[in-house]
Protein backbone atom coordinates (compact mmCIF):
# COMPACT_ATOMS: atom_id res chain seq x y z
CA UNK A 1 0.00 0.00 0.00
CA UNK A 2 1.22 3.25 -1.10
CA UNK A 3 -0.60 6.91 -0.24
CA UNK A 4 0.30 10.40 -1.50
CA UNK A 5 -1.67 13.82 0.51
CA UNK A 6 -2.47 16.50 -1.10
CA UNK A 7 -3.60 19.65 0.40
CA UNK A 8 -7.21 18.58 -1.04
CA UNK A 9 -7.03 15.36 -1.46
CA UNK A 10 -5.76 11.60 -0.03
CA UNK A 11 -4.55 9.28 -2.98
CA UNK A 12 -3.90 5.46 -1.76
CA UNK A 13 -2.57 2.76 -4.20
CA UNK A 14 -2.36 -1.15 -3.71
CA UNK A 15 -1.51 -3.90 -5.85
CA UNK A 16 -3.80 -6.74 -5.11
CA UNK A 17 -2.27 -8.63 -8.00
CA UNK A 18 1.43 -8.52 -6.08
CA UNK A 19 3.49 -11.72 -7.19
CA UNK A 20 1.09 -12.94 -10.37
CA UNK A 21 2.24 -12.07 -13.89
CA UNK A 22 0.07 -9.04 -14.17
CA UNK A 23 0.92 -7.56 -10.94
CA UNK A 24 5.23 -8.10 -11.17
CA UNK A 25 3.96 -6.67 -15.14
CA UNK A 26 2.40 -3.13 -12.87
CA UNK A 27 5.14 -3.34 -10.92
CA UNK A 28 8.38 -3.41 -13.57
CA UNK A 29 6.88 -0.96 -15.79
CA UNK A 30 4.43 1.79 -14.27
CA UNK A 31 5.20 1.47 -10.43
CA UNK A 32 3.83 3.26 -7.68
CA UNK A 33 5.55 6.81 -7.67
CA UNK A 34 4.93 7.06 -11.51
CA UNK A 35 0.89 5.73 -10.57
CA UNK A 36 0.64 8.00 -7.86
CA UNK A 37 1.55 10.86 -9.82
CA UNK A 38 -0.55 9.94 -12.44
CA UNK A 39 -3.24 10.05 -10.28
CA UNK A 40 -3.11 13.27 -8.82
CA UNK A 41 -2.32 15.07 -12.34
CA UNK A 42 -5.26 13.67 -13.83
CA UNK A 43 -7.55 14.75 -11.31
CA UNK A 44 -6.08 18.48 -11.69
CA UNK A 45 -7.30 17.51 -14.94
CA UNK A 46 -10.43 16.82 -14.74
CA UNK A 47 -11.34 19.64 -12.54
CA UNK A 48 -10.45 22.23 -14.66
CA UNK A 49 -11.76 20.42 -17.83
CA UNK A 50 -14.96 19.82 -16.18
CA UNK A 51 -14.80 23.28 -14.58
CA UNK A 52 -14.88 22.44 -10.83
CA UNK A 53 -12.06 24.15 -8.89
CA UNK A 54 -15.07 25.58 -6.48
CA UNK A 55 -15.21 22.65 -4.05
CA UNK A 56 -19.06 22.92 -3.81
CA UNK A 57 -18.52 22.39 -7.73
CA UNK A 58 -17.27 18.77 -6.90
CA UNK A 59 -18.59 15.63 -5.27
CA UNK A 60 -18.01 15.28 -1.12
CA UNK A 61 -14.98 12.91 -2.19
CA UNK A 62 -11.96 13.04 0.22
CA UNK A 63 -9.63 9.98 -1.26
CA UNK A 64 -9.49 8.33 -4.02
CA UNK A 65 -7.82 4.91 -3.77
CA UNK A 66 -6.06 2.46 -6.83
CA UNK A 67 -6.48 -1.12 -6.80
CA UNK A 68 -4.28 -2.93 -9.51
CA UNK A 69 -5.88 -6.47 -9.74
CA UNK A 70 -6.46 -9.43 -11.75
CA UNK A 71 -10.09 -9.02 -13.62
CA UNK A 72 -11.67 -9.58 -16.95
CA UNK A 73 -13.13 -5.55 -17.15
CA UNK A 74 -10.61 -3.24 -17.99
CA UNK A 75 -11.26 -1.04 -15.07
CA UNK A 76 -14.19 -0.91 -12.63
CA UNK A 77 -14.79 2.64 -11.13
CA UNK A 78 -17.29 3.10 -7.70
CA UNK A 79 -17.37 6.60 -6.21
CA UNK A 80 -13.62 7.12 -5.05
CA UNK A 81 -12.38 3.86 -5.41
CA UNK A 82 -10.72 2.42 -9.30
CA UNK A 83 -10.26 -0.84 -10.31
CA UNK A 84 -7.57 -1.31 -13.00
CA UNK A 85 -6.82 -4.97 -14.50
CA UNK A 86 -3.00 -5.67 -13.82
CA UNK A 87 -4.33 -8.46 -16.77
CA UNK A 88 -4.89 -6.02 -19.00
CA UNK A 89 -1.92 -3.82 -19.00
CA UNK A 90 0.15 -6.87 -18.96
CA UNK A 91 -1.35 -7.23 -22.82
CA UNK A 92 0.44 -4.24 -23.52
CA UNK A 93 3.96 -4.76 -22.29
CA UNK A 94 5.40 -2.05 -25.14
CA UNK A 95 3.10 0.83 -23.99
CA UNK A 96 1.74 -0.51 -20.82
CA UNK A 97 2.42 3.53 -19.23
CA UNK A 98 0.26 5.12 -21.89
CA UNK A 99 -2.43 2.64 -21.73
CA UNK A 100 -2.07 3.00 -17.85
CA UNK A 101 -1.96 6.59 -17.73
CA UNK A 102 -4.90 6.76 -20.49
CA UNK A 103 -7.22 4.72 -18.11
CA UNK A 104 -6.46 7.08 -15.31
CA UNK A 105 -7.56 9.99 -17.51
CA UNK A 106 -11.07 7.94 -18.26
CA UNK A 107 -11.20 6.45 -14.54
CA UNK A 108 -10.58 10.16 -12.58
CA UNK A 109 -13.61 11.48 -15.31
CA UNK A 110 -15.81 8.83 -13.83
CA UNK A 111 -15.27 9.57 -10.72
CA UNK A 112 -15.90 13.37 -11.15
CA UNK A 113 -18.28 13.45 -13.39
CA UNK A 114 -22.34 13.55 -12.71
CA UNK A 115 -25.12 10.95 -14.02
CA UNK A 116 -27.85 12.79 -14.14
CA UNK A 117 -28.92 11.15 -10.81
CA UNK A 118 -29.44 7.97 -12.86
CA UNK A 119 -31.27 9.20 -15.90
CA UNK A 120 -28.62 9.83 -18.18
CA UNK A 121 -27.96 7.28 -20.70
CA UNK A 122 -25.48 4.90 -20.00
CA UNK A 123 -23.37 5.72 -23.61
CA UNK A 124 -23.66 9.47 -22.62
CA UNK A 125 -21.75 8.92 -19.18
CA UNK A 126 -19.45 6.80 -20.46
CA UNK A 127 -19.12 9.78 -23.66
CA UNK A 128 -18.16 11.97 -20.83
CA UNK A 129 -15.60 10.28 -19.20
CA UNK A 130 -14.02 9.01 -22.38
CA UNK A 131 -13.62 12.88 -23.47
CA UNK A 132 -11.66 13.64 -20.93
CA UNK A 133 -9.31 10.99 -22.33
CA UNK A 134 -9.73 12.41 -25.43
CA UNK A 135 -8.44 15.42 -23.98
CA UNK A 136 -6.25 14.36 -22.29
CA UNK A 137 -4.05 13.39 -25.36
CA UNK A 138 -3.63 9.41 -24.08
CA UNK A 139 -6.07 7.89 -27.18
CA UNK A 140 -5.54 4.16 -28.43
CA UNK A 141 -5.12 3.72 -31.70
CA UNK A 142 -8.34 1.55 -31.83
CA UNK A 143 -10.54 4.09 -31.49
CA UNK A 144 -13.52 5.34 -33.98
CA UNK A 145 -12.22 8.31 -35.44
CA UNK A 146 -14.20 11.19 -35.80
CA UNK A 147 -17.43 10.76 -37.63
CA UNK A 148 -17.78 7.20 -36.99
CA UNK A 149 -20.58 5.76 -34.69
CA UNK A 150 -24.22 4.89 -35.11
CA UNK A 151 -25.97 6.78 -32.54
CA UNK A 152 -25.07 9.85 -30.63
CA UNK A 153 -25.63 7.89 -27.05
CA UNK A 154 -23.52 4.70 -28.89
CA UNK A 155 -20.94 5.06 -25.27
CA UNK A 156 -17.22 5.31 -25.31
CA UNK A 157 -14.96 6.68 -27.96
CA UNK A 158 -17.96 7.35 -30.57
CA UNK A 159 -19.72 9.57 -27.87
CA UNK A 160 -16.54 11.18 -26.85
CA UNK A 161 -15.96 12.56 -30.46
CA UNK A 162 -19.42 13.72 -30.60
CA UNK A 163 -18.85 15.57 -27.72
CA UNK A 164 -15.75 16.87 -28.85
CA UNK A 165 -17.32 18.32 -31.95
CA UNK A 166 -19.92 19.47 -29.57
CA UNK A 167 -17.21 21.83 -27.73
CA UNK A 168 -15.85 23.01 -31.19
CA UNK A 169 -19.70 24.80 -31.16
CA UNK A 170 -19.41 26.24 -27.98
CA UNK A 171 -16.01 26.40 -25.75
CA UNK A 172 -16.99 24.56 -22.14
CA UNK A 173 -19.91 22.57 -23.73
CA UNK A 174 -19.00 19.43 -21.59
CA UNK A 175 -18.42 21.03 -18.10
CA UNK A 176 -22.06 23.11 -18.54
CA UNK A 177 -23.24 20.16 -19.78
CA UNK A 178 -22.08 18.17 -16.95
CA UNK A 179 -22.95 20.48 -14.14
CA UNK A 180 -26.45 20.35 -15.65
CA UNK A 181 -26.49 16.75 -14.98
CA UNK A 182 -25.75 16.89 -10.99
CA UNK A 183 -29.43 17.18 -10.50
CA UNK A 184 -30.96 15.14 -13.15
CA UNK A 185 -31.28 14.75 -16.72
CA UNK A 186 -32.86 15.64 -20.54
CA UNK A 187 -32.06 15.55 -24.58
CA UNK A 188 -33.15 19.49 -23.50
CA UNK A 189 -29.94 20.15 -22.47
CA UNK A 190 -28.22 20.09 -26.03
CA UNK A 191 -30.90 22.86 -27.30
CA UNK A 192 -30.68 25.04 -24.30
CA UNK A 193 -26.60 25.08 -24.48
CA UNK A 194 -26.57 24.94 -28.38
CA UNK A 195 -30.16 25.99 -29.58
CA UNK A 196 -30.32 22.19 -31.56
CA UNK A 197 -31.42 19.34 -30.52
CA UNK A 198 -28.92 16.85 -29.86
CA UNK A 199 -30.09 14.44 -32.45
CA UNK A 200 -29.84 17.58 -35.45
CA UNK A 201 -26.33 17.84 -33.62
CA UNK A 202 -25.50 14.55 -34.59
CA UNK A 203 -27.23 14.75 -38.07
CA UNK A 204 -25.10 17.83 -38.57
CA UNK A 205 -21.37 16.01 -37.00
CA UNK A 206 -22.01 13.15 -39.44
CA UNK A 207 -22.27 15.22 -42.01
CA UNK A 208 -19.19 16.95 -41.50
CA UNK A 209 -17.29 13.67 -41.34
CA UNK A 210 -19.35 12.22 -44.43
CA UNK A 211 -16.52 12.70 -46.89
Keep these: MASLQSSAMEYTLKNVASGTPGGIHFDNHIGFPYSLQTMMESMDFVWRLFRQEAHDDRKSITRVSLFVENMNAVAHISNGDIHISATHLGDFSGVAKARFTGIMYYAMGCVWQWDGTGQAPRGLVQGIAD ?15 PGQGNRWDQGYDVTARFLDYCESLRSGFVAELNKKMRTGYSNDYFVDLLGKSVDQLWNDYKAKYAN
Design 131 to 145: FVRLRSGYVPSHWAA
